[in-house]
């Protein structure tokens, strides 16, 4: 019988089209929720490793340093090995031919099963082409292990120049033998290392800085595991050592770091080493090597109860520190015996629970060279052990301390010691002190304002300055300051030959910037000093602390006064108003020579009252229209009557008075302040102004000379329009203008005006508050109006805010240091007017300054220390005691708000250490398990898997129930079973 299909009608067709849709659809559907699952979660046998860099969290933005260490884990999936008891999982390590990596460190402990690891590479295959096989481990695991993690540390070589990949590879032990059953890279940049490379907490704190080493995660003896010990290792030798910048609050960790390679490491922008932690029996840094470390702050940190030597000297070379603030350690400076000489110059060192520098006993030749330092405030009693090695001249011991008490088996000079404490650097650790080469030519240090020569004959030789800063009792050294003491008009300056200079030279000279403030100027370059022909009263003074040579300060042309002085004679002294400087050339025959003082001798440009004089803070004009305003202000007015200005269109002289007699407002004790409106000047002719300054018996004295440009100001006009509603809208233009400087006016294009204008008369204001406002009023009906708005003169209200003395971080043994002031100290009287005995005065003010430079750094809270530790303020105006009856004068370069209120702005600097986790001796602590398989996953989102597996299952149900109804699908069980019914 022949069967024949049957043929379906489209009626019939299309239930069978919509089933076969519906067919797609449900494995569409299926195969999407299959690829949604996590690997781990489709199919146990599908293993995965992955490499992750776990310290440092990330290279720097230029790559990983030549050199640098890195941590990284391995985790792996594991399905196929056999049982024990042989070996069954192996992990291989590969790093790139070019990369010479060494070290490599493995964690011995599985990070999720716990079990033992073994070093080995028996079964590790061949490294691909361009790669090394580092190292290994193997293990036996008990049936069930599903994966496991391994963290591991290596360090790139210091010969890599490129990036690469890490790699590495999973075997295990089959039936078939042993399988690689899984791999993984992870990619490196790499920067070649430099002669100069830098040192950071982490690749953020690097920026640009490139070649930078930052810290990984190990904490191991020698400092491994710290940026700055990967760095010193980084640079090969021999060839020229390297220089190690250090970046930002540095933080090393409780392992001392070695310094075994003669590398020079120093901060930049204010750097420091410090430390947090507890553990803190170790030094900071370990020096075996001929280093030198500079411009560093370094610390302990946190440590509380028992501190860190800060530095520890172990070297056969000699070790050098320089321009270093050392504070709040132990032992400073611990030296143990041994033959290399330890230099230190132009160092803070305060503040340490231990000595400053403490040097082992013992037969070791090295010796302890010390400079141009301040020692003080450490511990109790001696600052200095040398057990009878070492020098420590022209060193700072603090006021009124013999350094015969601070220092202990140390040579010492008698009176090559600093009278005052060497000033801190701005914005950088140290003391401004420099050693410098003295040439035939004229050469300027100290911001230009001190320059030295010597004479063509002579050799170059070396030469000390110290500054000491001014505007404080405390800046002065030796007698302090007191009322009756010298106005400073320059830094104090410490100036002595180097210890290595055997003949002195036949002629040294030396300048001095006397042009701090234009009152400066002004009082110098007049007829009571410069401009006297005397060069006795030129007023550049020394000061012989030694065998009474002078008579407190003398000046350097005088016949020095001192009751030791057995006739001496002065030195040629000049001035030069060009150049705003006072020479002084030594010799060696008067008095200071160049073969007893140039060891001892602190200088200073400076103001001592005479029996009839004035002192400026500020002597200036201003340019305006046809007319200039003439502005003077007096510290003290010793036995003045009064002033008259004067003018000249000559510098050298034809001056006049432009000006009725001016009574003074001040007095000995106190100053004031004057202006004079000098007006019909002619535009752009230069005018000379100087002051005849009239004493109380009618003798005259005259101040320096400034000058000035009348000039008109030119407006510019910004044109604004404002309609005006009325019929006939007509736009009203308006112009405002305000030049500087300017007078107060108002203007309209009209025909006829009124107005007033200023006069020949000048305007006298000696007082702190003077409003010149003349007006000019022209008024007219047209269309536009220009309103033009000009200021010559500005209102000025002078509110004079004593200054309060800035601190620098000073701490006690357990935190960073805060910088305060050194205690009041007993003060010695300058000597009188040079040549001549000293005369009853008025009263005169203390010393006024050239602007503090010393900066602020906040930290947590800090102690304070007893009386004596203290740290003296920088170049600023000291604090004012209330009715003191006289305004401390404006500051040189200081900076004025147009409301013409003067306030100190002292700069902050704020760090704060971040801590970082830190690892077990050999490899950082697990983070815990986290193997990539299902069971974690469907442990964590069943009740998701469990609703969709329903939803499939409805979905499948209902769709075949429909088919079956439509007899579009047949269950061949079910139909047998009826067709056996029937």
């Known amino acids: 019988m022949n069967h024949t299909s049957p043929t379906l009608s489209p009626a019939q067709r299309r239930p069978l089209q919509s089933a076969g849709i519906i067919r797609r659809v449900l494995a569409v559907l299926a195969v999407f929720f299959i690829l949604s699952l ?28 030549a050199g640098q260490t890195l941590n990284v884990r391995a985790s792996f999936d594991l399905t196929a090995y056999l049982p024990p008891p042989d070996a069954n999982v192996q992990l291989c390590i590969y790093t790139p031919i070019n990369w010479s990596a060494t070290d490599l460190r493995i964690g011995l402990t599985g990070g999720v099963t716990g079990n033992p690891y073994q070093m080995g590479i028996t079964n ?3 490294p691909p082409t361009g790669y090394n096989l580092l190292g290994g481990v193997q293990t036996t695991l008990a049936v069930g292990a599903f994966g496991d993690w391994l963290d591991f540390s290596f360090r790139i070589g210091n010969t890599a120049t490129a990036g690469g990949s890490v790699l590495t590879r999973v075997l295990e032990r089959t039936a078939g033998g042993w399988q690689q059953t899984s791999q993984a890279f992870l990619g490196i940049s790499v920067t070649a290392t430099a002669d100069v490379v830098y ?14 080493y ?132 132009f160092n803070h060192i305060t503040g340490n629970s231990g ?76 003391v401004t002190a420099e050693k410098v080469t003295v040439t035939s030519t004229k050469t300027y240090t100290s911001d230009g304002k001190v320059a030295f020569q010597h004479a063509p004959s002579d050799s170059d030789f070396d030469l000390f300055i110290v500054n000491h800063g001014s505007g404080s009792p405390d800046n002065v050294p030796f007698t302090g300051g007191m009322p009756g003491s010298l106005t400073a008009c320059s830094n104090y300056y410490d100036i002595f030959l180097a210890s290595d200079v055997t003949l002195p030279p036949s002629l040294l000279d030396l300048f001095f910037r006397y042009d701090s403030s234009t009152g400066c100027t002004a009082t110098i370059e007049s007829t009571a000093y410069c401009g006297s022909n005397d060069p006795a009263l030129i007023p550049l003074w020394w000061y012989d602390p030694v065998a009474n040579i002078t ?8 016949n020095p006064a001192g009751s030791g002085a057995a006739g001496a004679t002065g030195q040629t002294t000049i001035c030069n108003p060009v150049l705003k400087e006072i020479q002084v050339s030594i010799d060696s025959s008067g008095r200071p020579n160049s073969t007893d003082d140039l060891n001892f001798t602190p200088f200073v440009v400076g103001l001592l009252p005479l029996p009839s004089s004035v002192i400026f803070s500020q002597f200036s004009a201003i340019a305006g229209n046809t007319q200039a305003a003439v502005q003077w202000t007096t510290v003290s007015e010793v036995n003045t009557s009064g002033f008259y200005l004067l003018r000249s269109e000559s510098e050298s002289g034809g001056f006049s008075r432009v000006s009725p007699f001016i009574p003074r407002r001040g007095s000995g004790i106190g100053g004031a302040f004057y202006e004079v409106v000098d007006s019909g000047l002619t535009n752009g002719t230069t005018y000379y102004y100087r002051l005849e300054i009239i004493s109380t018996t009618q003798e005259s004295s005259f101040s320096g000379v400034i000058r000035v440009v009348p000039q008109q100001a030119t407006p510019t006009s910004t044109v604004t329009s404002t309609p005006t509603p009325s019929s006939s809208p007509t736009p009203t233009a308006t112009a405002t203008s305000t030049p500087t400087p300017t007078d107060t006016a108002t203007s309209s294009a009209t025909p006829t005006a009124t107005g007033t204008q200023f006069t020949s008369t000048p305007t006298v204001s000696p007082t702190a508050t003077l409003t010149l406002s003349p007006t000019i009023t022209l008024t007219g009906t047209i269309t536009p109006t220009r309103t033009i708005t000009f200021t010559l003169i500005p209102t000025r209200t002078r509110t004079r805010t004593p200054v309060i003395y800035p601190t620098v971080d000073y701490r006690s043994p357990t935190l960073p240091p805060t910088r305060t002031r050194f205690p009041t100290r007993t003060f010695t009287p300058f000597g009188g007017t040079p040549g001549t005995a000293t005369s009853t005065l008025e009263g005169y003010p203390a010393p006024q300054g050239t602007g503090s430079i010393t900066p602020n750094l906040t930290t947590s809270p800090q102690p304070t220390f007893p009386p004596g530790s203290g740290y003296p303020i920088g170049e600023g105006t000291p604090t004012l005691p209330t009715g003191e009856g006289y305004p401390p004068p404006p500051e040189p370069n200081e900076t004025r708000s147009t409301s013409g209120v003067e306030t100190p702005s002292p700069q902050s600097t704020t760090w704060t250490a971040t801590a970082s986790a830190t690892g077990s001796p050999t490899l950082p602590p697990p983070e815990g398990p986290k193997p990539p398989l299902a069971i974690s996953f469907m442990k964590e989102y069943w009740q998701y898997f469990l609703g969709a597996l329903i939803a499939e299952i409805l979905i499948v149900a209902a769709a075949g129930f429909y088919l079956y109804r439509k007899g579009l699908l047949r269950f061949p069980l079910l139909r047998n079973k009826n067709q056996a019914d029937q």
Request: proline share 6%; aromatic share 4%.
């Open 124 to 126: 590790c295959s061949a």
């Open 214 to 345: 930052i810290n990984s995660g190990e904490d191991l003896p020698g400092g491994l595991g710290t940026g700055l010990k990967d760095a010193i290792d980084s640079h090969p030798l021999p060839g020229q050592p390297a220089t190690i910048l250090i970046t930002g609050n540095y933080l090393i960790k409780n392992n001392a770091v070695l310094v075994d390679k003669p590398h020079i490491i120093q901060g930049v922008n204010d750097a420091r080493i410090t430390y947090l932690g507890t553990s803190c029996s170790q030094p900071m840094l370990r020096i075996t090597a001929g280093a030198t470390l500079r411009d560093l702050t370094i610390n302990d940190g946190t440590c509380s109860s028992t501190s860190r030597s800060l530095v520890q000297v172990e070297s056969p070379q000699t070790v050098s520190l320089i321009s270093n603030d050392l504070t709040g350690g132990q032992d400073a400076v611990r030296i143990l015996d041994n033959n290399g000489d330890v230099i230190l110059q």
């Open 551 to 558: 008579d407190g300060w003398d000046t350097t042309a005088q």
């Open 355 to 430: 000595y400053a520098i403490w040097r082992e006993a013992g037969a070791g030749s090295g010796k302890v060279q010390a400079v141009a330092n301040n020692f003080y405030a450490n511990r109790s009693g001696f600052q200095v052990e040398c057990s009878d090695k070492g020098r420590v001249d022209h060193n700072f011991w603090g006021f009124g301390v013999d350094p015969l008490t601070a220092i202990s088996q140390c040579t010492f000079t008698a009176g090559k010691r600093l009278g005052a404490p060497a000033l801190p650097r701005s914005n950088a650790p140290g």
């Open 199 to 212: 040192v950071a907490n982490d690749a953020a704190a690097c920026g640009a800085s490139s070649p930078c």
């Open 38 to 65: 996590p690997q781990s979660t489709r199919a146990q046998t599908i293993q995965s490793t992955s490499l992750t860099l776990q310290a440092p969290a990330a290279c720097p933005p230029a790559g990983c340093a």
